[in-house]
């Protein structure tokens, strides 16, 4: 059984999304999967939302607080391109501690367990998004049950203990 927060981190190709979409699911929960880039950002999708009939995909790019408090207890949230949300406020100038803040929230509040898809800071991200998503990874992770490196498609469990 998976925690209320899980907390998942991999780079690009490394297999993550396809992981995180078996963990979620794993708990035979109804799928949902957020997609926090927006949608006509093709590039930054997952996967899921493309091959999948059996997922109820919601479009997030702003708003996850809210998106994760109307979620019932019935669902397994797979909470993708947490960067790319990111990405979208600071580009909106939305000050990262306040977004920050309603994410946390909106987990909070989510009755379903809540899978968050994230990547480490590159040192060719701009400065302000590299600190802004390094602080969010610290505290996701801090806050997950589970937390979750992903190697070449190889779970690396951080924290807590895989279902």
Known sequence: ?????????????????????????????????????????????????????????????????????????????????LPAWLDTLIADGKDPAEAEAELMAGLALCAAPVIVLSREPALSDPPEFRTALAQLNLKLAARAGLAVHVIA????????SLP
């Open 1 to 81: 059984m998976l925690p209320g927060l899980t907390f998942v981190l991999g780079g690009v190709g490394s297999g993550v999304a396809e992981y995180a979409e078996t963990l979620a699911l794993g708990t035979g929960r109804s799928p949902v999967c957020i997609l926090t880039a927006p949608s006509e950002d093709s590039v930054t999708q997952p996967g899921v939302a493309g091959r999948k009939t059996d997922w109820t995909i919601l479009h997030a790019p702003r708003d996850i607080g809210r998106t994760l408090a109307g979620i019932s207890g019935d669902s397994a949230v797979l909470l993708s391109a």
């Open 153 to 160: 498609g190889l779970p690396q469990v951080l924290k807590g």
